[in-house]
């Protein structure tokens, strides 16, 4: 009898520490969770703040059609006003010409296409109407 009490207050101490586990995961989880968005909005804040609508619109055209570079120009801006060095508002040519520098500052990747017509089976003597 004493071990069936045993078992049974064992099992309901690792249902205990169970419960307090997951909800310490849970609190962390929405910490983190908060701390991103507040982050987010701080960034979004400060980007509006600096940038007029025109260079908004770009810089999220940007972002959607490459978004690795559009994080490194939007992280590079806010260190930017943060450090004091953006005076007035930047506009779409401003934004234009900081994007040209960085360009001209990355390596450039070379792209090729080869096309194989042999292993297509798209030779021009075999079509037929």
């Keep these: 009898m004493a071990d069936a009490e045993l078992d049974e207050l ?5 249902a205990q520490l169970q419960s307090q586990y997951k909800g310490d995961n849970v609190d962390q989880k929405k910490q983190q969770e908060e701390q991103a ?3 987010e909005d701080a960034k979004n804040s400060i980007l509006s703040q600096i940038m007029d609508q025109s260079a908004r619109a770009r810089l999220n055209t940007l972002m959607l059609g490459k978004p690795e570079k559009g994080k490194m120009v939007e992280n590079m801006l806010v260190r930017m006003a943060q450090m004091g060095q953006i005076g007035k508002k930047i506009g779409e040519s401003d934004l234009i010409a900081l994007l040209e520098n960085v360009n001209s500052q990355l390596p450039q990747a070379k792209s090729s296409v080869k096309f194989d017509r042999r292993r297509a089976a798209l030779d021009s003597d075999d079509e037929s109407f």
Excluded: D, G
Aim: zero cysteines; a positive charge; hydrophobic letters at 25%.
């Design 37 to 39: 968005r507040a982050q």
């Design 10 to 14: 064992r099992k309901q101490r690792l």
